[in-house]
């Protein structure tokens, strides 16, 4: 079962303004987030990361949200650009063990 | 290139044959992990190992496949008696441990499998 769901496989965005990518989750023992981005042909790369001790985490353009009562977290590019059209995957970790659940991933169009 | 390097980049085989494939991780990490990607789905994790030692293994990984660390430096993945079903990306992942919690994976390009 998907463990960690992203309802939008793709999103539009005009250039300059903000993405908004959506992650739920299932299991209340996940810890970590993380959100990973992929190119076609590349392997997926690592973006932006939050405990679950913490409701948002910074870094640059990005900023990731974290709502443990909804199970419920989000991905905030500002400004979108171009070069973040990719694909975008929302990884969370369990408290033991080491395996990444990944969701599906959105597809992140962003045009001039 | 001090990357995650995994060899060859695409595979075709037919069905019933054996396939590897190698990753060679970023040389200080001592962690190792096999993804398998499949189209319209997120990474699925298949196994773990952390320098030579195979901690961790998904139900995903039936009998067919054996993954191998040896000396805990690159890791070869062996699917034998391929089916139609293991077409997939493999992706191999690498990071440096000991703390688990905050762990950043460092994921190769993959090697894309297709059995016909």
């Known amino acids: 079962d998907q463990q960690v769901k992203q309802n939008s496989p793709s999103l539009s965005v005009q250039e300059g303004r903000i993405s908004i990518l959506n992650c739920d989750y299932t299991?209340?023992?996940?810890?970590?987030f993380l959100w990973y981005k992929k190119y076609p042909a590349e392997g997926p790369t690592f973006l932006i990361s939050?405990?679950?001790?913490?409701d948002k985490n910074e870094d640059g353009r990005f900023t990731v949200f974290l709502n443990k009562s909804a199970k419920h977290l989000s991905l905030h590019i500002v400004p979108s650009q171009p070069g973040d059209s990719a694909v975008y995957f929302c990884?969370?970790?369990?408290?033991?063990?080491?395996?990444?659940?990944f969701g599906k991933g959105t597809s992140l169009l962003v045009t001039p | 290139d001090t990357g995650v390097s995994q060899d060859p980049r695409h595979k075709i085989t037919k069905r019933g044959q054996n396939v590897t494939f190698r990753c060679d991780p970023i040389?200080?990490?001592?962690?190792l992990y096999w993804y398998r990607q499949t189209l319209g789905q997120g990474p699925e994790f298949l196994t773990y190992?952390?320098?030579?030692?195979?901690?961790?293994k998904s139900r995903l990984l039936s009998d067919r496949f054996s993954a191998e660390r040896p000396k805990g430096s690159f890791s070869t993945l062996e699917i034998q008696r391929t089916e139609q079903g293991d077409s997939a990306m493999y992706l191999c992942?690498?990071?440096?441990?000991?703390?688990?919690?905050?762990?950043?994976?460092?994921f190769g390009s993959g090697t894309q499998l297709s059995v016909l």
């Open positions: 992942a690498s990071s440096l441990g000991p703390g688990r919690r905050t762990e950043k994976l460092f």
């Open positions: 299991n209340s023992m996940f810890d970590y």
């Open positions: 939050i405990s679950s001790i913490k």
């Open positions: 990884a969370a970790r369990p408290n033991s063990g080491y395996a990444l659940n």
């Open positions: 040389s200080e990490h001592n962690r």
């Open positions: 190992f952390q320098n030579e030692a195979q901690l961790e």
